[in-house]
């Protein structure tokens, strides 16, 4: 009970810090858009996006790191976290070096020869794609100490650190309206600047609070290297597919429809990874006690946070996907003013493919745990990726630009079956147990939901309409997602905790 009011003590903190990051996020996008227009937007969105792909890039080289250390941690004295932080460091340099080389190179041959832009911004797009790689080097360089952080679950310090970043790019982009000169290059300042201060604040914060864990002891046993470095090329497999998706997406939408389309699908992409923010604080809560206790030997406890984390991942997302799903086309319009044609039916799709997504949460944790991983990230890499040439053919005989989506969504289910088959094989993981369990409550909460669409009809397109549909629906969702998706059990802890709310409030007064 300790160990899982600590995983909800740091969902909370995480929350918090969500909730200030969405409003910051939703503020800066408006601008941003206003600022720099839909065609530098896009542009940015394309060439930048060597950021974008760098933040689930060191997702995965964050869950190499925390693995290792949540693994050491978990040995108990039996562990030196200090042997396996100094071979994740060095690991993370040799990537910083190689991103370099292979960011300074291609990436300048691909602008010059390949992308869709006037002459006259090839400059600009060189000029974004610098700035965006040193920024990144220096994100790759903080790794080790981010999976350090959240391997010892010091949440609340994490989040505060990201949370400057995020603050820093509000202040830089609200000057951005006042700037007269070329916006899409200080945009691209802006967006280094706050990914490089937060990056060298981690580093600091480790040198000074647990020195004896980060001080520079080079390992000289290859064989860690090596262990480690398989283990973070099979994720890299994983995590290169997920960005060769996502980036390669943007250029057969550049190439078939301009950066015009590249504007809406960056907006959505925002708009689905603010959503997918809910999903991720509670999986960071969670997944390093998934590997602590695997690593312990308890492998019925690790197997439970499988099973619960998957289903509470998926009622955290329908929170903030039922709103913005029934109120879609008024929120774009309050939001941006003039949304870019084909926006909504990108929002819509990204949220049905994160809404299945989600109720895997746990598989991916729970497969990294046993260090087998190979299966996994190739049977993903194949399934993801195979979406781009499809794609392209389809684009080809004229489908929609949402077409991609939809190939998304069917490459997401594919793959939970092909993870549950595998997890199935090296953990006592069973089908019919997530189905009881994960799966047959979220059904049920679904189909519960949906009049909501209906009562959507009774309220205008004004934004007091929108705020009090929110309101309204989010309460209805609580019930349902109480009565209809929790176990007796749980529903028991959540009357315990609100008596004792309760029995404290009075005894204030």
Known sequence: MTENRKIAKNSIILYFKLIITTIIGLITTRIILLELGAEDYGLYTVVGGVVFMMGFLNTAMLTTSYRYIAIEIGKGNQGCINKVFNTAFIIHLVMALFLIIIGETIGIWYIRNYLNVPLSKVPDALFVLHLSIIASVFSIVSVPYQGLITAKEKFFIRASFELIGDLLKLGFVILLIYYVGNKLRAFAIIMSIVIIIPSIIFILYSWIKDYSSVRLNINKKKSDYLEMVGFTGWIMVGTIAHMGVRQGAAIIINLFFGTLLNAAFGIATQVYNYIMMFVKNLNQAAVPQIMKSHASGDSERSLSLVYNVSRYAFFIMLFPAIPIVLSLDSILVIWLKDVPVYT???VL??????????????????IQATGIIRKTQVWYSITMLSTLPIAYFLFKQQFPPYTIVILNI???IINMLIQMNILSTLTEFKVILFLRKTIAPALYVIVLILPLYYLRTFFGQLFLDIVIFSIISLILTAIIIYFAGLSLEEKKIISLQ???LKNKLIEKQ
Do not use: R
């Open 344 to 346: 909504q039916q990108f």
């Open 349 to 366: 799709l990204m949220i049905v493919n994160g809404l299945i997504g989600v109720t895997g949460s746990g598989f991916d944790a729970a």
């Open 410 to 412: 069917a490459a997401t």
């Open 498 to 500: 609100l008596v004792k």
